[in-house]
Nanobody, 126 residues
């Protein structure tokens, strides 16, 4: 089983930046995509960004496009989320997700992913 561990969350003021990291362990023989979702209390998980493992194509939610960047390292065992120009509405718990099957579900859907990290808190103060 693949396990994911997020890090890099914290408190930052409006306009600041943070970089989140997600380290994978336990093997990744059939990785198809990795993504970041976020969630606030009482709400469902919201798509933020995704990275296709086959061709490196990137996908972003409209609310973060132009401010956030998803990337992976050379060994393909870590995915990052660079967050710039942060706003208070970006405050949430951020989750890393891994898709290890070829299931025909949209890359922006929570149902596409079978492995999730524990989450890391991001708080943006005004």
């Amino acid at each position: 089983q693949v396990q994911l561990v997020e890090s890099g969350g914290g408190l930052v003021q409006t306009g600041g930046s943070l970089r989140l990291s997600c380290a994978a362990s336990g093997g990744a023989f059939s990785r198809h995509a990795m993504a970041w979702f976020r969630q606030v209390p009482g709400e469902g998980r919201e798509f933020v960004a995704a990275l296709s493992w086959s061709d490196g194509d990137r996908y972003y939610a409209g609310s973060v496009k132009g401010r956030f960047t998803i990337s992976r390292d050379n060994a393909q065992n870590t995915v990052y989320l660079q967050m710039n120009s942060l706003k208070p509405e970006d405050t949430a718990v951020y989750y890393c997700a891994d898709a290890t099957t070829p299931r025909l579900v949209d890359i922006t859907s929570v149902h596409r992913y079978d492995t999730w990290g524990q989450g890391t808190q991001v708080t943006v103060s005004s």
